[in-house]
């Protein structure tokens, strides 16, 4: 049974409500400084801390709760018949409920010019030790740190008296969880402003087994970091469809971060396929949206990942009647849609993100190396200036389907070129995009000039236009954006994509050959835009 509670909170949202409930049981209430106060103020009884142990508060509060009377009360294993014998030699009494939460000692250093003396004035002392000396003896005390968790426990004890043991072992982790992080975040701080040192301490909970990992024969397994906030694959539910294997989360998050790289007030559909935007377009309407993202590679989009920013609604969906993908990432799914899609196929993941339009709660990136992890800020922006290096000057009415072109090269794998084309006013499309390769020249040459007449062939056949096939790539082509993430290393690049009617390149210069791309570019007539800007992706 619940009989004596021990309250000390420096969060003291809900400890009002909660108090009272606890005296409305017959429990008796015990509490310290600051949360004593405001429980009296609002007419609850209360007992001092000072009153159990016999001492007063000492130090400026720094010594109060670290006392025999206190922690024996919390400690003492009820069925062990000499404990509770020197408890009641000692004039020990028991503490059932402990409720504390910690000093905002992350709060405190994240303000902006605190001094070092004021943070270690919220380093806690005595809540870590109480909350780690009844989430020990969680068999006979239950300890709460999490206001979140108030409700839950008067609704057990004012049932049976008692929190269950299933809760009791629950609250016990969370706390153990809870001094951790607090730990943790102490000895980042203190590393830093006293031993100079950098130090990364992660924090990752809810281990859930995927189906397999990269390949058949690898175990995997998704950790959701603690806390985490906005559009994450973490915070995604999933309404329909078979569990998710490892590279459906990486294919996923590219997927993902491609349609959040387009703040376009307009539908943005990307199409995903091992690690890499096959497909990616803006439109007045989902379904253009979705048409011009799958005509960007329709043979690589089978078995691909589809992302969007926009409600899923049923005619995108019947799109997509006899198309096999392995996931549908969106805010959310109209009704009808959704049924659809569930009838479409039992193995179809559908993953709902009510949160897909808020910004990212995190500005820095992770990858894990054999022996270390690597830490970067994110890849923010596509240009630091906007410079027509050639003759030619580079049309303003190209401006938006350029800046279109290299935000999906820098979602594109190293080296990576792409090929954007304004397919209605006001509407993009990734036309193709050559990834991944050793040099610049196959990724143009090789892979995204070949692709996008591959493309432009099916496209070419479907609308029946009065022109030739030759006529409509070379007036498509002569309108396209070329993006390329690194500088040219020689002038080749830009001498194929002239060859192909390509005339508006962008690139982020720098390279001690540049003199000789730009000659070349003014030679063929090409104009040419430098951002000063590079975007790898590794």
Avoid at 190 to 202: I, Y
Avoid at 275 to 299: K, V
Avoid at 524 to 535: K, P
Wanted: charged letters at 25%.
């Amino acid at each position: 049974m619940v009989k004596r509670a021990l309250l000390s909170v420096s969060d003291k949202t809900g400890i009002v409500d909660f108090a009272r409930g606890l005296e409305k049981l017959d429990i008796q209430i015990i509490s310290t400084g600051g949360t004593a106060r405001m429980l009296r103020d609002a007419d609850i009884e209360v007992m001092d801390v000072s009153d159990v142990t016999g001492f007063p508060e000492m130090m400026g509060g720094r010594v109060k709760t670290l006392h025999p009377k206190i922690h024996g009360g919390i400690l003492c294993i009820r069925d062990d018949h000499d404990h509770m014998g020197e408890a009641l030699k000692a004039e020990v009494e028991m503490i059932d409920l402990v409720v504390v939460n910690l000093y905002p000692f992350e709060v405190t250093i994240s303000k902006e010019g605190v001094l070092l003396e004021e943070a270690i004035e919220n380093i806690d002392i005595g809540g870590p030790a109480m909350l780690r000396s009844a989430a020990k003896n969680y068999r006979s005390v239950s300890v709460v740190c999490d206001p979140k968790d108030y409700g839950h426990v008067l609704k057990e004890i004012r049932s049976t008296g008692i929190i269950s043991q299933q809760s009791r072992e629950r609250l016990a982790v969370k706390a153990f969880r809870h001094t951790a992080d607090y730990d943790a975040t102490i000895d980042t701080y203190l590393s830093k402003e006293l031993l100079g040192e950098d130090v990364l301490r992660l924090n990752y909970t809810d281990g859930v087994t995927l189906r397999y990992g990269e390949n058949w024969h690898q175990e995997a397994k998704f950790y959701k970091e603690a806390g985490i906030t906005g559009p994450t694959l973490a915070n995604a539910k999933q309404l329909h469809g078979k569990e998710l294997s490892y590279n459906n989360y990486i294919d996923a998050d590219n997927a993902l971060q491609t349609v959040k790289e387009l703040s376009s007030s307009k539908p943005v559909v990307t199409i995903v396929k091992h690690n890499n935007p096959c497909g990616l377009a803006t439109g007045n309407t989902l379904l253009q949206a979705l048409q011009a993202a799958w005509d960007g590679d329709p043979i690589s989009a089978y078995g691909s990942i589809i992302c969007t920013n926009t409600v899923f609604d049923v005619q995108s969906a019947e799109f997509l009647n006899g198309k096999f993908v392995e996931i549908i990432l969106a805010p959310g799914f109209e009704h009808d849609a959704l049924e659809y899609l569930k009838n479409k196929s039992a193995n179809l993941r559908l993953l709902e993100l009510p949160e897909f339009n808020e910004p990212f709660s995190r500005n820095d990136t992770y990858k894990y190396v054999n022996g270390g992890i690597l830490k970067q800020s994110r890849n923010i922006g596509i240009y630091d200036k906007w410079e027509c290096v050639t003759d030619v000057n580079y049309p303003e009415d190209m401006r938006a389907v350029s800046e279109f072109s290299m935000h999906a090269c820098k979602c594109v794998k190293s080296n990576a070129v792409t090929l954007a084309y304004e397919y209605q006013d006001g509407c993009y499309m990734m036309l193709s995009m050559g990834a991944g390769q050793p040099n610049r020249v196959d990724s143009i040459r090789k892979l995204a000039v070949t692709k996008a007449r591959e493309n432009l062939q099916v496209i070419h056949d479907r609308e029946a236009f009065d022109l030739s096939f030759d006529d409509y790539c070379n007036e498509v082509f002569s309108k396209c954006a070329m993006a390329s993430d690194a500088f040219f290393p020689f002038d080749d690049s830009v001498v194929h994509a002239a060859e192909e009617g390509i005339k508006y390149i962008l690139s982020p210069g720098g390279s001690i050959r540049d003199k000789e791309v730009i000659d070349t570019a003014n030679r063929l007539g090409v104009s040419m835009v430098f951002t000063g800007m590079r975007h790898f992706l590794h």
